[in-house]
């Protein structure tokens, strides 16, 4: 079946620029998650969605940084005013089950910022 | 071997050869645990997981052993091929969502 996509799968912005991420999770997965992956560093959490639940964005490293979640399903996340260390791959994951319940995330291909 | 938090290490192996990647983790509350394998511009692919309540599970060429008592994970790749070089990185959940490590890199030489 189909998996996690995610476009663009590249984008080069200049800085002060605003860029819009989306990820369109698999089907019927009710959560939803965005990280953010440095060259040669881990995964750092951003935001988590639960079904119709308030997000968790506790992992958001500024208030540039916004996602929403229409419909239960689609995910968008957006920078404003976009910087040179925001530049990384940003990476979407979805799973069948919530956060804390022996989850597997499954993900996408990312996608790689560059912010000149 | 990783431990989540420490930097990126390497594992070179020639093919053919078995290869073991190692992970501590820190949590012994944890009860569930994934490796992931993270090939060179594309996202981390679930390879397999393994529930507390095991010490050992095998899939197709990989095996996942669990030791609760020094909690450490290690992951086998039998046979090991070129088209296994990645970043493999292991995952840990107990209770709160998955906290990853950073991953060694495997390099196959033919």
């Known amino acids: 079946g189909a998996g996690v996509s995610q476009s663009p799968s590249n984008k080069v912005t200049e800085k002060g620029k605003d860029v819009e991420l989306r990820c369109d999770p698999i089907?019927?997965?009710?959560?939803l998650y965005w990280y953010r992956q440095s060259l040669g560093q881990g995964l750092e959490f951003l935001i988590y969605?639960?079904?119709?639940?308030?997000?968790?964005k506790s992992g958001l490293p500024s208030d540039r940084f916004s996602a929403e979640r229409t419909g239960g399903s689609v995910s968008t996340l957006t920078i404003q005013r976009t910087q040179q260390e925001d530049s990384a791959v940003y990476l979407c994951?979805?799973?069948?089950?919530?956060?804390?319940?022996?989850?597997?995330?499954?993900f996408g291909p990312g996608t790689r910022l560059l912010v000149l | 071997g990783e431990s989540v938090g420490l930097h990126l290490p390497t594992l070179s192996v020639q093919e053919g050869d078995n290869s073991i990647i190692n992970c501590a983790y820190s949590?012994?509350?944890?009860?569930?645990f994934i490796w992931y394998k993270q090939e060179s511009g594309k996202g981390p692919q679930f390879i397999i997981d393994?529930?507390?309540?095991?010490d050992k599970r095998q899939g197709q060429r990989v095996t996942v052993l669990l030791n609760k008592t020094v909690k450490h994970l290690s992951l086998q790749i039998a046979a090991t091929q070129p088209g296994d070089s990645a970043v493999y990185f292991c995952?840990?959940?107990?209770?709160?969502?998955?906290?990853f490590g950073k991953g060694t890199m495997l390099l196959v030489s033919p």
């Open positions: 995952a840990e959940s107990g209770y709160s969502t998955l906290t």
């Open positions: 994951a979805s799973s069948p089950r919530p956060k804390g319940y022996q989850e597997t995330q499954y």
């Open positions: 393994i529930r507390s309540n095991m």
């Open positions: 089907s019927g997965h009710t959560a």
């Open positions: 949590n012994s509350a944890s009860d569930y």
């Open positions: 969605f639960q079904g119709n639940s308030a997000p968790d």
